[in-house]
């Protein structure tokens, strides 16, 4: 134990010893003061010190935020019985020992039981400011960590996030400028209205490059447009075809999301006149679907795989749907969620800013749930043996202190438990459970 506990046990002692000699002490000596001090530091050391290491015991085998509920249980119980026997030990020496005002036979008779029961009271308001105490300082290292935690996930995430939008502008601009060279060399003046496309196509990438979900509404007509160039390289070698819900255009996919897929389909598979490659693009369900028949090309390099893979990592940023690829004998399908809102908690964005507040607000809401309970507390612990002090001195033969201390005391005993062991658990575990099922 540090001396920092040492230091406070000390000036408790050596407060408690000079109220009780001024207030309670009939003999106003030097030796009075003595007893008063020697009796003070048995009582604050002995039950400072138990409650000390009882405390620490607990928090080295269970954690408070981890095991909260079990936390409470236990300390409850373990901190009952140890003030019992401290408190017993502590009255029986200084009785029977010290001041020898009873014997043995006295004490163990039951004459001193009230006194007992008192000191036990005290004992456990003290105690649960400890235990309270304990618990404020792993739950403010805790939150710390995980606020930490979290910067770091985020920052990680977001730079992951940023690096895949990064490919597509390169990605883009490599297979366009494919396409228009291959179209100078057969046909200038359709290579030229190629350009001025590609400008407006390029415009589009550039603006939708940063946002992380676009409507459907806007990437089918990019789509369209882009399809217009494609057809112009390969004439009638390839058939585009759209089949959209009018009820999915204002919901949400990830930019850019068909383009890499279309570029795909020419990629991978060859287009003649004799066999056109047929592309349909369509909504199925909850999915926006681009389908083709299945020409497979033979390569001489192996494909980066740049286009699928990005959009599959791109969705798996943003939500728990999955991007599915279904490939058949004479066909090759890639569906993609659509998504319904942009704020939804599944398209939650890992930026480091907003993961940040969240973690913040959490806190901030939990710390004040905190103070309410501490508060309640410490004024419980000052206003009780207060009252106490008040009661004894005025009307000894008339016992009304304990009244205020029952009743206060099961108040906090319900606002701990809410506050710690049932009501946050509770809550969140009945939370996840109607998400679950409306899943």
Not at 227 to 232: E, P, R, S
């Amino acid at each position: 134990m540090n001396k920092k506990p040492l230091t406070t046990l000390t000036w408790i002692t050596l407060g408690s010893s000079i109220f009780f000699f001024t207030f309670f002490s009939e003999e106003k000596t030097l030796e009075s003061f003595g007893y008063n001090l020697l009796i003070s530091s048995i009582y604050a050391f002995s039950l400072g010190l138990s409650n000390g290491y009882l405390n620490d015991f607990l928090n080295k085998k269970l954690s408070w935020t981890e095991q909260t509920r079990l936390r409470t249980i236990l300390g409850i119980i373990a901190t009952i019985i140890v003030n019992f026997i401290v408190v017993y030990a502590c009255n029986y020496v200084n009785y029977v020992i010290i001041q020898k005002v009873a014997s043995t036979e006295d004490f163990l008779s039951g004459k001193y039981d009230f006194t007992t029961w008192f000191m036990i009271n005290f004992a456990l308001m003290i105690s649960a400011f400890l235990h309270a105490k304990g618990f404020m300082e792993e739950l403010k290292k805790n939150t710390k960590k995980e606020v930490v935690e979290q910067k770091l996930i985020a920052k990680s995430a977001n730079a992951q996030f940023e690096s895949l939008k990064n490919q597509l502008d390169p990605h883009f601009l490599f297979n366009s400028l494919n396409v228009l060279t291959a179209l100078i060399d057969e046909n200038p003046e359709q290579a030229q209205k190629f350009t001025t496309s590609m400008s407006k196509i390029y415009r589009y990438v550039l603006e939708q490059k940063d946002k992380e979900m676009v409507k459907v509404e806007d990437e089918i007509e990019f789509a369209k447009i882009y399809c217009n160039l494609l057809k112009t390289r390969f004439e009638d070698s390839v058939d585009f075809t759209f089949n959209i819900n009018s009820d999915d255009l204002q919901k949400m996919v990830v930019p850019l999301s068909l383009q890499l897929l279309l570029e795909n389909c020419i990629k991978h598979n060859f287009a003649t006149s004799g066999r056109p490659l047929n592309i349909r693009i369509f909504t199925e369900g909850r999915f926006l679907c681009i389908e083709n028949n299945l020409q497979v090309r033979e390569q001489l390099t192996e494909s980066a795989g740049i286009g699928l893979s990005n959009i599959v990592q791109r969705y798996a940023l943003l939500t728990k749907e999955n991007v599915f690829i279904e490939k058949s004998e004479h066909n090759f399908k890639v569906k993609v969620p659509i998504l319904i809102k942009k704020d939804t908690h599944q398209m939650t964005t890992y930026t480091a800013q907003s993961t940040e507040n969240m973690a913040y607000e959490k806190a901030v809401k939990r710390v004040k749930e905190l103070k309410g309970f501490y508060g309640n507390l410490i004024s419980y612990c000052i206003v009780i043996p207060f009252l106490a002090i008040i009661n004894l001195i005025t009307s000894p033969k008339e016992i009304w202190f304990y009244w205020p201390m029952l009743g206060w005391g099961i108040g906090i005993l319900a606002h701990g438990m809410n506050t710690f062991a049932i009501g946050k658990n509770w809550e969140e575990k009945k939370i996840q459970e109607i998400m679950n099922n409306q899943k």
